[in-house]
């Protein structure tokens, strides 16, 4: 069955897929005084042929794990091999809360895990970030088509930045060097904001948490950049182009980090509302990504 909220294009939308009608009612109700179009179903099928219909609508998928006819899983699956739809953040929200099913949903590419009964206030802040960060991957999207694939014919070259502007603009740019370059660049941004908020500005991971709890992430990005003893760290990336790969080197000039946690996806931080972006760029945008010495250069390597 199709609900649907009169749609205002500056909205971002949220897809529901829920076999409970209850489960929607009460999400509805969550979201109901957020800046978001909800559109619900409870089939898998009719979802899917809407998603299909109308790639660029959603934002963000919010999906049960446990469904009659096409399950969660088989629609996680059927979204991450699409090409127009890979990249949309996909949500579980599930009473299965297993280290086997945990691990099973995030290597298929889930983006977040919520667990019945949903509690408000954690329900929210998800929806927020996954709304963002998409956001910021049409951003990105857009400022690859943007800009001039001339890179492709460079074989070498450095660079230099230190802010997330920066980061942004040459993310947009080094994709361009690579044969798919939407699927390449958020794996590249998150390798440069990593070198910046956790290398060069000493974020831990677990100031990152409440940073994004409090909503100051930005504010606190930008605070740290101004101090003195920040003022000439920078992060170079060193690029080298052959006939059979790309490779990108990401150094930066903090003391490094133990990054041997953060390389593969682990349930146990499947709850947290950050820590899956190297692991996520290794998955979706590189044919490898890994760490050197004490952490602070990584090599993340696109094969043609």
């Not at 400022?143 to 802010?163: A, C, I, P, R, Y």
């Not at 939407?182 to 990593?194: A, M, S, T």
Request: glycine fraction near 6%; aromatic fraction near 8%.
């Amino acid at each position: 069955m199709l609900q649907r909220e009169k749609m205002i294009k500056e909205k971002p939308t949220i897809l529901i897929v829920d076999d409970a009608q209850y489960n929607i009612k009460l999400i509805s109700a969550f979201l109901k005084k957020e800046p978001y179009n909800i559109v619900s179903f409870t089939e898998g099928e009719e979802a899917w042929k809407t998603l299909l219909e109308s790639p660029e609508k959603f934002d963000t998928i919010l999906l049960d794990r446990v469904m009659p006819g096409v399950s969660g899983m088989e629609f996680l699956q059927r979204t991450k091999s699409n090409n127009l739809l890979k990249t949309i953040p996909v949500i579980f929200q599930t009473s299965r809360d297993s280290r086997e099913e945990i691990l099973e949903g995030l290597r298929a590419g889930a983006y977040y895990y919520l667990t019945k009964p949903l509690e408000k206030d954690t329900f929210l802040a998800v929806i927020k970030t996954a709304v963002s960060d998409y956001g910021n991957y049409k951003h990105l999207k857009h400022e690859v088509n943007q800009t001039t694939n001339t890179l492709k014919l460079m074989t070498e070259g450095n660079f230099e930045f230190s802010s997330l502007k920066q980061a942004k603009t040459l993310s947009a740019l080094l994709a361009n060097m690579c044969p798919d370059p939407e699927k390449v660049v958020l794996g590249i941004w998150e390798l440069l904001i990593n070198a910046v908020e956790h290398g060069n500005l000493g974020i831990t991971y677990e100031e990152k948490s409440a940073l994004n709890d409090t909503k100051e992430w930005h504010h606190e990005i930008e605070r740290r950049l101004a101090l003195p003893e920040n003022s000439t760290k920078k992060v170079t990336v060193k690029v080298n182009q052959t006939e059979d790969d790309i490779s990108f080197i990401i150094r930066d000039d903090g003391p490094g980090f133990d990054w041997k946690n953060y390389i593969n996806l682990s349930p146990d931080r499947v709850f947290d509302n950050h820590g899956r972006g190297i692991a996520m760029a290794g998955l979706l945008s590189f044919d490898k990504v890994d760490y050197r010495g004490k952490g602070n250069e990584a090599l993340a390597i696109v094969r043609k």
